[in-house]
Nanobody
Framework: QVQLVESGGGSVQAGGSLRLSCVAS????????MGWFRQAPGKGREGVAA?????????YYVDSVKGRFTISRDNAKNTVYLQMNSLKSEDTAMYYC????????????????????WGQGTQVTVSS
């Protein structure tokens, strides 16, 4: 059974930083796309960043977070991170970790239909 467990959300002031973590289990974490998505109240789900757990260092970022957010992985710990710096009020959302546990897709991207497993989400609130 695939499980994705997020942590690290919270409330910060604008300009602050947070690091989200996602621990994956229940599938062969070797050649998979792992992504972070977010959903703000009244808005659709948006792909924020994605990374491949196999060879290579290609990463995806939505334009609005480029230069501020960094996605990384620790394959020994089956964990993906999202370092969020220079946070803005518009970053306020529920953040979800997602996995293509079947290993179907490459390159990874921000399209939700590439991911078949989702975590429960962690709330990020940025006050201005």
């Amino acid at each position: 059974q695939v499980q994705l467990v997020e942590s690290g959300g919270g409330s910060v002031q604008a300009g602050g930083s947070l690091r989200l973590s996602c621990v994956a289990s229940g599938f062969t974490y070797r050649s998979n796309c792992m992504g972070w998505f977010r959903q703000a109240p009244g808005k659709g789900r948006e792909g924020v960043a994605a990374i491949y757990t196999g060879a290579g260092d290609k990463r995806y970022y939505v334009d609005s977070v480029k230069g501020r957010f960094t996605i990384s992985r620790d394959n020994a710990k089956n964990t993906v991170y999202l370092q969020m710096n220079s946070l803005k009020s518009e970053d306020t959302a529920m953040y979800y970790c997602a996995a293509d546990s079947r290993g179907f897709w490459y390159p990874c991207g921000g399209e939700a239909n590439k991911y078949n497993s989702w975590g429960q989400g962690t709330q990020v609130t940025v006050s201005s």
